[in-house]
């Protein structure tokens, strides 16, 4: 067993990964020598790195592990026939994965405070850090988006806890288990379960087994934070070890939120706490999910007994996400969003969410189906109704469909008429280029673009708010 104080120059294979960067930016800032190779250098995060010191090697070579490091941290999408994880094997270098590095490195001996759930993981991540921040806890956190407060997804400080999006993908191909059971959690949130994950997960099922094991890991002076308004959540409770609150618009959870007014700028609740009064909230937020983030967040600060004053003052000054219903332009009142919504429920909630802060707009929801899951036949049910709230609906080619068996690959094409059939003006194209033509020629002034995608989307966002822009320049 490899002892880390032994340890003093660590290589990471797939180094330009959003989680992986932020590790070895972490690890270079405790004195490690770090190297790292992938095959996509390129900015920013080749820029982030080179920036940390970090010698970056392009591609993937035995040579990039001679001399031998004294320990290899290997990505999750990285497999055997990749030679430097063929290198590492036959030479027996010492390696882990980038969740068990997080734990040994970071975790251990701190309070943990692990996020999970299928969806808001990132925003309840970086609300509760930020919460945190503002309340003089000096908190150290790995989140898997960028909190826009701290623009960068990771932070390390003094202080007595660590803040880490727990993600139930498997942690490596040596390590099929899911990433949250290595984090040694004291607080776990527990906000939702859904079947998704399709390329590691076989149902529904499984994915709940997971999540009852982590909650099973909780010590006695630790806290599960549960969801109670999801029924599979509801369910986990009676394995937890540890105390229990609930939360939720429920009025049986012990955090419940009531009187909820949306406004465009904010959203305004009252908390309840064991059915009593607690304090009135405003979140910079819009949708119910934002609310349960929030609540989930409530209840961790009281556990730190932080007063509703300190809370609030985080919520005030809370700048989101990168990609979580982030405003990238309003050219002459058309306002163009980016979000990371890919999962039909994420879909659902976000455009939801904007109605409600804004219900006499003309909403153009364009979808890119992008991850393993959203490819699937299986779903294309759930978004025919995820579309709902929106009055336009514009869905992108299938990004690289071949990832999919034919059989079990979505048809875009009768999405598009189930979702018509709900009375919305839907249509799929063949290209970007496509989608930005039809939307800069149709979109009026006063319009809302959800741009909506777990990835790059070819720079949709740019392409349209230049086109957008060049047309209402020519128009003057």
């Given at each position: 067993m490899l002892s880390i104080d032994r340890v003093?120059?660590?290589?990471?294979?797939?180094?330009?990964?959003?989680?992986?960067?932020s590790l070895a930016a972490m690890l270079k800032s405790k004195g490690y020598t770090v190297t790292g190779s992938d095959e996509n250098v390129y900015p920013p995060m080749s820029t982030f790195l080179e920036d940390q010191g970090i010698d970056i090697r392009t591609g993937y070579a035995e040579e990039h592990l001679k001399p031998a490091p004294d320990l290899v941290i290997i990505g999750n999408a990285m497999s055997r026939g990749n030679p430097e994880v063929e290198y590492v094997l036959e030479h027996k270098?010492?390696?882990t994965s980038l969740a068990a590095a997080l734990k040994d490195f970071f975790i251990a001996g701190k309070h943990s405070i692990v996020v999970t759930g299928t969806h808001g993981k990132t925003t309840t991540s970086s609300l509760i850090s930020w919460s945190m921040e503002v309340n003089q806890k000096k908190p150290s956190f790995m989140i898997g988006g960028i909190p826009l407060n701290f623009n960068q997804g990771f932070k390390l400080d003094t202080g007595s806890m660590f803040i880490v999006e727990g993600d139930e993908y498997d942690t490596a191909f040596f390590d099929k288990a899911a990433k949250f059971f290595h984090y040694l959690p004291d607080i776990v949130i527990l906000n939702n379960i859904e079947f998704d994950h399709a390329d590691i997960y076989e149902s529904l099922d499984q994915i709940i087994l997971a999540f009852r094991r982590l909650v099973n890991l909780?010590?006695?002076?630790g806290l599960l934070l549960a969801c109670i308004d999801d029924v599979k959540v509801k369910e986990l409770i009676r394995y937890?070890?540890?105390?229990?609150?609930?939360?939720?618009?429920?009025?049986?959870?012990?955090?419940?939120?009531?009187d909820?007014?949306?406004?465009?700028?904010?959203?305004v609740f009252d908390v309840h706490y064991q059915g009593h009064f607690y304090a009135r909230f405003s979140i910079p937020l819009s949708g119910d999910h934002n609310v349960r983030n929030a609540l989930a967040t409530i209840g961790t600060c009281h556990f730190h007994k932080i007063e509703p004053a300190g809370i609030q003052a985080a919520f005030s000054t809370f700048k989101n996400v990168k990609k979580r219903m982030e405003i990238k332009a309003n050219i002459n009142d058309i306002i163009v969003?980016?979000?990371?919504?890919?999962?039909?429920?994420?879909?659902?909630?976000?455009?939801?969410?904007?109605?409600?802060?804004?219900?006499d707009r003309i909403i153009w929801a364009?979808?890119?189906?992008?991850t393993s899951t959203a490819k699937r036949k299986m779903m294309e049910e759930p978004y025919s109704r995820a579309f709902d709230a929106a009055d336009h609906v514009l869905i992108a080619p299938i990004h690289l469909p071949k990832k999919v068996s034919a059989d079990e690959l979505i048809s875009v094409e009768h999405l598009i008429g189930q979702i018509r059939l709900r009375n919305k003006n839907a249509y799929h194209f063949n290209s970007v280029d496509e989608i930005v033509d039809y939307t800069v020629t149709k979109v009026n002034p006063g319009d809302l673009i959800l741009i909506m995608s777990?990835?790059?989307?070819?720079?949709?966002?740019?392409?349209?708010?230049?086109?957008?822009?060049?047309k209402y320049h020519d128009e003057k």
């Open positions: 003093k120059h660590i290589h990471l294979i797939a180094i330009c990964g959003t989680a992986m960067g270098i010492p390696y909780i010590p006695r002076n937890a070890f540890s105390p229990v609150e609930t939360f939720g618009l429920n009025p049986e959870a012990t955090w419940c939120a009531k909820i007014v949306y406004h465009p700028d904010n959203t969003y980016d979000d990371f919504a890919h999962h039909p429920t994420e879909v659902q909630t976000t455009i939801e969410g904007l109605r409600r802060q804004y219900p364009i979808f890119e189906p992008r777990n990835g790059a989307f070819n720079g949709i966002h740019n392409t349209i708010i230049e086109k957008l822009t060049v």
